[in-house]
């Protein structure tokens, strides 16, 4: 399977082999914000209203789309 980032009205931003690696982008890039809902969980991110991640087969037919949640981030990550 392979992950695509999509931009609405824009089309694909990123692919990426790893449902974590288009994670990665997003933060990087600042596409994402997070919530805290408890002091004694790692916070979780919210992708940005104007993406979302769709999941692609490997011979490139659309699975999924608009995951727009990461339950909880990585611990090594907050």
Known sequence: MRFGLHCHGEGMV???????????????NGLCSEEIYDEELPPRRILNPKYEIHTYATDG???AMSRTRLSYAPSEEW
């Open 14 to 28: 990123v692919e990426c082999p790893t449902m974590d690696e288009v994670w990665i982008y997003v933060r990087e």
């Open 61 to 63: 037919e659309l699975i």
